[in-house]
């Protein structure tokens, strides 16, 4: 066996990175393998960072040590003595080495016991070479390992920063950077702000109810800037990142601080996160009604034994402050401005009372309400926002402060739920065709004037004042759109199924 020494008071440099392998990297190298290394304390103590490797034989060697390095040893200065043994295998422990490497010879044919039971007690690596090996020629395989992982590192960090810089530069929004985030960690990445909410997740495959579930376990770094914390950036667990999971989670959480500082702060995160939910699930953009659950829960919206409907407001006001105000009357609320209407979702306790007053007071003064059906999960809540917008849509009175729900507008309700149906859509094209044909050969308002006619049943004059003609000319239209159609429009059941056909036109006409 070769003769190993110690020299004493000398420390030698380290990647400043804090970039490091583990011990089960170390014995992978060809150079280690050499030996044919027996693991004696393996397992979770193979998985230690190694940041370095010291070679030392004396029985000193714990004050030299700095933690993370991987000592490697014949242990030809160690003591006989079980006691000291034991004493000397805890100082290696205590100055925090990854493990021990110890090579067998004639004077030490096996690694002492004591030792051994301190390693495994404690969870130290310990391994054995049962053939010489050049300790040299393993130290240069390891730092070369070493400065080779640093120097990927670096070019990974450089990466980081031309991206993250890239996307604050264009004013990339929070949900394209968690995006990115996530794609850089091969890992779910959660935004949240102080209250919890989720501002915008990426669970690259995972369901979004999982990722949330999973949340409390995950990795995470403040979003902060100018001495004030916004929110946080959250990795669930996934692979090692040359670079380190921390920082990427940092470059991360620095361009939505930048971000955070263009938009306003954290009020228009709260408005972005609720948009979101909105535009999912109007546009039914989710596999799995339990995604967007999870997201409502997350914002604290519940649906479970609550009382929850879809309403539209109609006019100009700050969404902000109607949310505000849904707030203080005592309910959960999720709201966001989709083209000229405040949309929003309201949760409340199942015995409250949604009264007309309560809605015009949340909605601001001269504004019309438009309620969907009352829901108790996912599938429920998208129906009754949906009918509450066709409801809108379909509304053609001058603005004011009213309220309209679809509870109040059987055909609506029925439309809304059989808006999927071919057969609804079947009869609509049927019983409109001659009109719509009519319409576009020459640019005629049939369909206007149907749809005024139907809305003020037995009422021609307040339908041809719905219809800004005269009411000559309206009675004119009419007798066109009875031939047109063979039908008799004074009659109560043809009046309703052109109705029917108008309402389900229009809501195919909106989700087009």
Same mark, same amino acid.
């Given at each position: 066996?070769?003769?190993?020494?110690?020299?004493?008071?000398?420390?030698?440099?380290?990647?400043?990175?804090?970039?490091?392998?583990?011990?089960?990297?170390?014995?992978?190298?060809?150079?280690?393998?050499?030996?044919?290394?027996?693991?004696?304390?393996?397992?979770?103590?193979?998985?230690?960072?190694?940041?370095?490797?010291?070679?030392?034989?004396?029985?000193?060697?714990?004050?030299?040590?700095?933690?993370?390095?991987?000592?490697?040893?014949?242990?030809?200065?160690?003591?006989?003595?079980?006691?000291?043994?034991?004493?000397?295998?805890?100082?290696?422990?205590?100055?925090?080495?990854?493990?021990? $490497?110890?090579?067998?010879?004639?004077?030490?044919?096996?690694?002492?016991?004591?030792?051994?039971?301190?390693?495994?007690?404690?969870?130290?690596?310990?391994?054995?070479?049962?053939?010489?090996?050049?300790?040299?020629?393993?130290?240069?395989? $390891?730092?070369?390992?070493?400065?080779?992982?640093?120097?990927?590192?670096?070019?990974?960090?450089?990466?980081?920063?031309?991206?993250?810089?890239?996307?604050?530069?264009?004013?990339?929004?929070?949900?394209?950077?968690?995006?990115?985030?996530?794609?850089?960690?091969?890992?779910?990445?959660?935004?949240?702000?102080?209250?919890?909410?989720?501002?915008?997740?990426?669970?690259?495959?995972?369901?979004?109810?999982?990722?949330?579930?999973?949340?409390?376990?995950?990795?995470?770094?403040?979003?902060?800037?100018?001495?004030?914390?916004?929110?946080?950036?959250?990795?669930?667990?996934?692979?090692?990142?040359?670079?380190?999971?921390?920082?990427?989670?940092?470059?991360?959480?620095?361009?939505?601080?930048?971000?955070?500082?263009?938009?306003?702060?954290?009020?228009?995160?709260?408005?972005?996160?609720?948009?979101?939910?909105?535009?999912?699930?109007?546009?039914?953009?989710?596999?799995?009604?339990?995604?967007?659950?999870?997201?409502?829960?997350?914002?604290?919206?519940?649906?479970?034994?609550?009382?929850?409907?879809?309403?539209?407001?109609?006019?100009?006001?700050?969404?902000?402050?109607?949310?505000?105000?849904?707030?203080?009357?005592?309910?959960? $609320?999720?709201?966001?401005?989709?083209?000229?209407?405040?949309?929003?979702?309201?949760?409340?306790?199942?015995?409250?009372?949604?009264?007309?007053?309560?809605?015009?007071?949340?909605?601001?003064?001269?504004?019309?309400?438009?309620?969907?059906?009352?829901?108790?999960?996912?599938?429920?809540?998208?129906?009754?926002?949906?009918?509450?917008?066709?409801?809108?849509?379909?509304?053609?009175?001058?603005?004011?402060?009213?309220?309209?729900?679809?509870?109040?507008?059987?055909?609506?309700?029925?439309?809304?739920?059989?808006?999927?149906?071919?057969?609804?859509?079947?009869?609509?094209?049927?019983?409109?065709?001659?009109?719509?044909?009519?319409?576009?050969?020459?640019?005629?308002?049939?369909?206007?004037?149907?749809?005024?006619?139907?809305?003020?049943?037995?009422?021609?004059?307040?339908?041809?004042?719905?219809?800004?003609?005269?009411?000559? $000319?309206?009675?004119?239209?009419?007798?066109?759109?009875?031939?047109?159609?063979?039908?008799?429009?004074?009659?109560?059941?043809?009046?309703?199924?052109?109705?029917?056909?108008?309402?389900?036109?229009?809501?195919?006409?909106?989700?087009?």
């Amino acid at each position: 066996m070769s003769e190993r020494s110690e020299i004493s008071g000398i420390r030698t440099d380290r990647p400043a990175l804090g970039v490091h392998l583990t011990v089960a990297d170390v014995l992978a190298e060809p150079a280690v393998q050499a030996g044919e290394p027996e693991v004696i304390v393996g397992g979770a103590a193979s998985d230690a960072a190694v940041r370095w490797v010291h070679v030392s034989d004396g029985v000193g060697v714990a004050r030299l040590l700095d933690g993370g390095e991987l000592l490697l040893t014949t242990g030809a200065g160690w003591p006989f003595d079980e006691g000291e043994l034991r004493a000397f295998a805890s100082s290696l422990h205590g100055a925090g080495i990854a493990g021990i $490497v110890f090579e067998l010879s004639a004077a030490r044919p096996a690694v002492p016991q004591p030792v051994v039971d301190v390693c495994a007690t404690v969870g130290l690596a310990l391994v054995a070479l049962t053939r010489e090996v050049k300790f040299v020629a393993v130290t240069e395989a $390891v730092h070369h390992a070493l400065i080779a992982a640093q120097t990927q590192a670096l070019r990974e960090r450089q990466h980081l920063h031309e991206l993250f810089t890239a996307l604050s530069l264009q004013g990339a929004p929070a949900d394209v950077v968690v995006a990115e985030t996530a794609r850089a960690l091969g890992a779910p990445v959660i935004l949240e702000n102080l209250a919890r909410e989720v501002i915008a997740a990426e669970g690259l495959g995972m369901s979004i109810a999982e990722a949330l579930h999973r949340r409390d376990g995950a990795e995470q770094v403040p979003v902060q800037a100018r001495g004030m914390r916004w929110g946080t950036l959250l990795a669930l667990p996934g692979p090692a990142h040359p670079a380190g999971r921390v920082t990427v989670l940092e470059q991360g959480a620095t361009a939505l601080a930048f971000g955070c500082i263009a938009d306003g702060g954290d009020a228009e995160w709260s408005l972005l996160a609720q948009r979101a939910v909105i535009d999912d699930l109007l546009g039914a953009r989710f596999a799995r009604a339990e995604d967007i659950d999870a997201r409502l829960r997350a914002g604290g919206f519940a649906l479970a034994g609550r009382q929850c409907h879809g309403i539209v407001a109609r006019g100009s006001a700050s969404i902000s402050e109607l949310a505000y105000r849904a707030r203080q009357a005592g309910f959960a $609320v999720v709201a966001a401005r989709v083209a000229d209407d405040d949309v929003a979702l309201l949760s409340l306790p199942a015995s409250a009372a949604l009264s007309d007053e309560v809605l015009l007071r949340i909605a601001g003064p001269d504004r019309a309400v438009f309620v969907g059906p009352v829901a108790d999960d996912v599938i429920g809540l998208l129906a009754s926002l949906r009918a509450a917008r066709d409801l809108a849509d379909s509304d053609r009175a001058d603005a004011g402060a009213r309220v309209r729900r679809v509870d109040d507008r059987p055909l609506e309700r029925l439309v809304a739920t059989l808006r999927d149906d071919h057969r609804l859509h079947e009869h609509s094209e049927r019983m409109l065709a001659p009109l719509i044909r009519h319409d576009r050969e020459r640019r005629g308002d049939l369909l206007d004037v149907l749809a005024a006619l139907v809305a003020h049943p037995g009422n021609r004059s307040a339908a041809a004042a719905a219809s800004h003609l005269s009411r000559s $000319v309206f009675y004119q239209r009419i007798t066109v759109i009875g031939d047109l159609l063979g039908v008799d429009l004074d009659d109560g059941e043809t009046i309703a199924a052109l109705h029917l056909a108008l309402l389900a036109r229009r809501r195919t006409a909106a989700s087009a």
